[in-house]
């Protein structure tokens, strides 16, 4: 069972600092979010072509399935409330679609419901932004994006650029949060398509060597976390650069487990090493620039171990970077 609700109906997410007695532009993200019903009419398609869509993936059902630690279903939520006081800056429009929220142990319907909400939003040309929720919100995402461009008649090569300590090529079924490119990799195969998938800031510690091989059977392209420090950013950019050139689109997707955890110790498996976030938001900023993104997601933020809000400010910093 899944539930469509709106994440705009509560003063206590949106809301902010008011600074109306300074001079100059004093707007903050609250002040210009819209609310977006998931259901409504393409009415608004114009209005929607390259902004940014906020999606909640509120679940905790494929962490669950995958022995991590629960509470990323609250994420959504949290992550909103952090963006609200962020100033406007370049930030032309920003809309707020709601959540897509699962209930119980209804993964697959939730994954299908997402899928069909990123979809609508594409199809207003839209860019759709979706936060997680457990890693499992990759899984949803893709269906969304792939159907789109099939209906679309779309033939073009689409690059999964995913900055995680993990691979998530798990093969156990049913699907869990460790199983998304897996199961992309299948629906792929089944369908004749090629299957671009690049993992960057993969831990050797965090991997099996079963896990290492089987991304090499599939020919993945990853990077340790070990190589992806700032010394190294100016490679792993042009490596990137490389990627995208192949590629018509791109799909972004951040496990925050990606970074280390003394930066983001709210999430279900903390990173003893992990990348910096220097590096990371250098490489989100960078496909964003690239005009090839269509679809990103943010994933396994988890606000019950999070310290004094940090974990809800480094998402939120990154989502930013996504939408300005």
């Not at 998304?180 to 050797?204: T, W």
Request: with cysteine.
């Amino acid at each position: 069972m899944t539930a469509l609700t709106h994440a705009a109906d509560s003063d206590v997410v949106w809301h902010g600092r008011s600074d109306t007695g300074e001079r100059g532009d004093t707007r903050r993200l609250f002040n210009i979010v819209q609310p977006l019903s998931p259901e409504a009419s393409g009415d608004l398609a114009g209005d929607l072509a390259g902004a940014a869509v906020l999606i909640g993936f509120a679940c905790d059902a494929g962490v669950r399935r995958n022995q991590g630690r629960v509470g990323a279903a609250d994420g959504p939520r949290a992550i909103r409330r952090a963006l609200a006081s962020l100033p406007v800056h370049d930030v032309s429009a920003l809309y707020d679609a709601g959540d897509v929220r699962c209930e119980g142990d209804a993964l697959e319907d939730a994954q299908q419901a997402l899928g069909q909400v990123v979809g609508a939003q594409l199809g207003r040309g839209a860019l759709p932004i979706v936060l997680g929720g457990g890693h499992e919100v990759a899984w949803g995402t893709w269906q969304g994006l792939s159907a789109h461009l099939d209906a679309a008649g779309d033939t073009g090569r689409v690059l999964i650029l995913n900055l995680d300590a993990h691979f998530d090529l798990r093969t156990a079924r049913p699907g869990s949060s460790g199983t998304p490119f897996d199961q992309i990799a299948q629906a792929c195969r089944v369908a004749g398509k090629p299957f671009d998938y690049a993992c960057l800031g993969v831990s050797r510690l965090g991997n099996t060597a079963s896990l290492f091989a089987h991304a090499q059977a599939l020919g993945v392209h990853h990077v340790e976390d070990i190589d992806m420090q700032e010394r190294h950013l100016d490679q792993r950019l042009a490596e990137i650069d490389a990627l995208i050139a192949q590629v018509a689109h791109v799909y972004l997707t951040i496990d925050f487990d990606v970074l280390p955890a003394a930066v983001m110790p709210g999430v279900s498996a903390p990173a003893a090493y992990g990348v910096p976030i220097s590096v990371v938001e250098a490489v989100v900023t960078h496909v964003r620039a690239s005009g090839k993104l269509r679809a990103a997601d943010l994933a396994e933020f988890n606000p019950q171990f999070d310290r004094d809000g940090q974990s809800a400010r480094v998402a939120a910093r990154l989502v930013y970077r996504l939408i300005g």
